[in-house]
């Protein structure tokens, strides 16, 4: 079965930066489309970034411009940079697995979450 590993989360200041890494086990990565979500206390989980096999983008509109999705596929892993970062931003980050650019909708496979607390 496919697995994910998060990782990367942690307290970081207002304006400042973390990258988020996910490394996939258990699939053909490098045609497997990847994401990651986000769940925020009260909120719903919602999309922050994907990446399709062939590298298409798609991202949130409150992260345009700050936040980029890369896939290595040598790794079995894609990553997530955050910059710029807000207390909006404080949530728990979901890696996904099968994550469909054409409908922007996430696949069958989660990882653990990795928490993000962005302090003012």
């Known amino acids: 079965q496919v697995q994910l590993v998060e990782s990367g989360g942690g307290l970081v200041q207002a304006r400042g930066s973390l990258r988020l890494a996910c490394e996939a086990s258990?699939?053909?990565?490098?045609?497997?489309?990847m994401a990651w979500y986000r769940q925020a206390p009260g909120k719903q989980r919602e999309l922050v970034a994907g990446?399709?096999?062939?590298?298409?983008?798609n991202y949130a509109d409150s992260v345009k411009g700050r936040f980029t999705i890369t896939r290595d596929n040598a790794k079995n892993t894609v990553y997530l940079q955050m910059n710029s970062l807000q207390p909006e931003d404080t949530a728990v980050y979901y890696c996904?697995?099968?994550?469909?650019?054409?409908?922007?909708?996430?696949?069958?496979?989660w990882g653990q979450g990795t928490q993000v607390t962005v302090s003012s």
């Open positions: 996904n697995a099968g994550y469909s650019g054409t409908t922007m909708s996430p696949g069958n496979y």
């Open positions: 990446i399709t096999p062939l590298r298409t983008t």
């Open positions: 258990g699939g053909a990565f490098r045609f497997t489309g």
